[in-house]
């Protein structure tokens, strides 16, 4: 693939950009940049992914992006060790099963699999949300299996397009598991990079990663990512929920009429 100056420079805008989003509402981004990666270089005229190499370069890219982000919400104390340790145990044995098991999916299959994952997170967005913002994150609660079977699940799912399942993940905790919205995005944000671990070796054992065009998502999602995560601090929490409602509805309806119209 002819990777010019312009062209690297289209992907490292996109990373930067999504990068900075999915630091604000605690996602790694895929949810962003999976389709934009997808449809903006062959707008540009350049040669397109396929959703393989896609998902392979969100699964590397959301490492990074997770671990930068990461580094700014320990210091809020949001960070709920109890239920990072509980979904991303389960969550990143899923994910490596959905990286590896991606070599023998068809693209066609990758992308509706990513379709239906954005569906079901932009329905849950909507749901009403009962957690309490205000209460001492410190007794926080929650049923630790049902949270690590609903990860298990999402890792596997996830692992698939090298989303890391922040995306559902968020909204998971906020409708199921009651978890308030702050600690819902930067415990998700941990949850995430642990689960990235295993969809990125199991993209990179199924010999999908491209090596430059990651190189570049890397340092757009890791000078990107602080960034999004300071800002987060500063918005209302239900600003937070808007914005990654806003941008899961776009991508579902951008996803669903590819596949209905291609």
């Known amino acids: 693939m002819d990777l010019d100056l312009t062209y690297i420079i289209v992907l ?14 605690g996602i790694g981004g895929s949810i962003i940049k999976y389709p934009m990666l997808l449809y903006i270089p062959p707008m540009l005229g350049f040669v397109a992914f396929t959703a393989q190499e896609v998902s392979a370069i969100s699964a590397v890219q959301v490492f990074f992006a997770t671990l930068a982000g990461m580094a700014v919400f320990r ?3 949001y960070i709920n060790k109890a239920l990072v340790l509980t979904m991303g145990i389960a969550i990143v044995f899923g994910s490596f099963i959905g990286g590896y098991g ?14 239906v994952l954005a569906l079901i997170a932009a329905i849950m967005m909507f ?8 209460m001492d994150f410190t007794q926080l609660k929650f049923n630790k299996p049902l949270a690590a079977t609903l990860a298990g699940i999402i890792g596997i799912v996830s ?11 968020v909204p998971v905790m906020l409708v199921i598991l009651k978890i308030p919205t702050r600690v819902a ?19 990179f054992m199924g010999g999908h990663m491209l090596l430059i065009p990651s190189i570049v998502m890397i340092i757009a999602s890791t000078l990107a990512a ?32 590819e596949i209905l119209l291609g």
């Open 75 to 77: 210091k809020g104390g």
């Open 127 to 134: 749901l009403p949300k009962k957690g309490n913002d205000e």
């Open 102 to 115: 991606s070599q023998f999916l068809a693209n066609s299959t990758i992308n509706l699999v990513y379709a």
């Open 12 to 25: 490292f805008a996109i990373g930067f950009i999504g990068s900075i989003i999915s630091g604000m509402v």
């Open 185 to 203: 995005i930067a415990s998700s944000l941990a949850i995430t990079f642990i689960s990235s671990i295993g969809s990125t070796i199991g993209k």
């Open 159 to 169: 692992g698939i397009v090298g989303a890391a399942g922040a995306f559902i993940t």
């Open 226 to 257: 602080p960034l999004g995560a300071k800002i987060s601090k500063k918005l209302n929490t239900k600003v937070l929920q808007w914005i990654l409602a806003a941008l899961i509805v776009a991508t579902v309806i951008k996803i669903w009429s």
